[in-house]
């Protein structure tokens, strides 16, 4: 069954420091998406990503973040400075179409930011 | 917002029984999913509900929406040591692009 797939499983980064998160998302698939789940709260969507653009981001989706397909395959996250308060696991999901359709997530990369 | 919200919080119930959670949400939705997660894990798909749609089922899952109420409930039948896990509630609106999910119901299935 496809699946999406997220590297690393798990990332510590010194504060400071840019990390990306890597995603394969489900082949057949246009839309892409980022969320992250602080420990021990709701999953926050960052952003989504059609069509080789950003179509909706969050407000937690500042200038520190951008998302990337650097081809036709791949779906990356960068964080360029990472704060204390990065620190959550990172989903990356994607879905065949915007609506009436069923959104898989990745098993996410765990963040750690020391 | 219209993030939903589950209710319980947290469900212990027996081997066999079964489990019940609901969702509430506060604006119009174009779909409802349910998810799982195992503890520390990735979000699993379990089951979409349309907004026209009243009652899915899915193997021991049944889902029901009234959106008059903007509620959706999941019921897991013949519960298993298995399903033990979180379980959220994620809804989209008409002509968004992003998934508002809930706090979750953690559920504990006691062998």
């Known amino acids: 069954e496809p699946e999406v797939t997220q590297t690393p499983s798990h990332q510590v980064t010194q504060m400071g420091q840019e990390v990306i998160l890597r995603c394969v998302p489900i082949?057949?698939?246009?839309?892409f998406y980022w969320y992250r789940q602080i420990l021990g709260q709701k999953v926050e969507f960052l952003v989504s990503?059609?069509?080789?653009?950003?179509?909706?981001k969050s407000e937690i989706f500042d200038d520190q973040f951008s998302v990337e397909r650097p081809d036709g395959s791949n779906f990356t996250l960068k964080i360029r400075s990472t704060k204390l308060e990065d620190s959550a696991m990172y989903f990356c999901?994607?879905?065949?179409?915007?609506?009436?359709?069923?959104?898989?997530f990745g098993q996410g990369t765990r963040l750690t930011v020391v | 917002s219209q993030q939903g919200e589950e209710d319980p919080q947290a469900l212990s119930i027996q081997e066999g029984e079964n489990a019940t959670m609901n969702c509430s949400y506060k604006t119009s939705i174009n779909n409802l999913q349910w998810y799982r997660q195992n503890s520390g894990r990735g979000l699993v798909h379990l089951i979409l509900?349309?907004?026209?749609?009243r009652e899915k089922h899915s193997g021991r899952l049944r889902v029901t929406l009234d959106t008059s109420k903007k509620s959706s409930s999941l019921l897991i039948t013949a519960s298993r040591a298995a399903d033990t896990a979180s379980y959220f509630c994620a809804t989209d609106a008409f002509g968004d692009y992003k998934l508002s999910f809930g706090a979750g119901t953690t559920v504990t299935v006691r062998a």
């Open positions: 509900i349309r907004s026209n749609e």
């Open positions: 999901a994607s879905s065949a179409d915007r609506g009436n359709t069923e959104a898989f």
């Open positions: 082949s057949n698939h246009l839309y």
């Open positions: 990503f059609y069509n080789n653009e950003i179509s909706e």
